[in-house]
DNA sequence: ATCAATACATTGTATTTCTATGTATTTACA
DNA sequence: TGTAAATACATAGAAATACAATGTATTGAT
């Protein structure tokens, strides 16, 4: 895991824009999905995770279903139009300011098409 | 300017970053040169700048002299040897995490190479 | 049977940047 | 010459965010 601080201000996006990907998914899932596309270096924590999704939720960003396996609830998040509209949003604020970082810090870097 | 919260954790590798290209440089002069790179996107305010940077004297990164304009004093930052390494590792930081939001969430973006 | 993984949750803390406010000097220009 | 804008520093308090620690409970693997 990177500086802790990094995170900062770009859990909500990363949060929206990944349901905005796949459709629905649950909190536990969504931490999996990170850790597995970051490769490891980006580990959501329960106490970052669902505080997040709850605030989403309230402002009217996300709505969930309970789906229950078994006994086990998991409660699968999706995105309201609000939500889908923020997202636009907020993905471009967010690609502005890593280009404009980029230009600023790392010039010559030329971050990888994978 | 974007979502005051993305600058969070990148403010002290930006402020690092800088003096190690320039040198020394004082306060105001390092938000004019920020604001400039940025082209106007990043405003560093007074009330972000100057804790961040007695926080880093304080942390044995950087070091001032003083020089006076007149009556005025301007108080030239630059880095110690600790500051030099830490300036070093924040920026490899910084950059895997950008590399790695770029993969999640903009596999696709080709970040310009200005 | 037991341990690891799954799946949710909350409280309190630390850190960070910003807002607001303040002092004072220098420069531009009307 | 007077005044506004820019220069240059500073601090106190507020707001936001993610984390650490802790908790409950179920399911799957061995």
Redesign the interface.
Known sequence: M?????????LT??VL?LLAKEGKMYGYELAQK?KE???E??LLKDGSLYPALHKLTKDGLLQFEEQYIGKRVRKYYYLTPAGTEREQV??E???????????????D??????
Not at 2 to 10: A, D, I, M
Not at 93 to 107: D, E, G, I, R, V
Not at 109 to 114: A, D, P, R, T, V
């Open positions: 990177y500086n802790k601080e990094l995170l900062k201000g770009t996006t990363i824009k990170v596309m970051s490769d270096k980006i907020e993905s604020q967010l690609k502005a300011f890593m280009s404009t970082l980029k230009n600023m810090l790392f010039p870097f030329n971050f990888q098409l994978q």
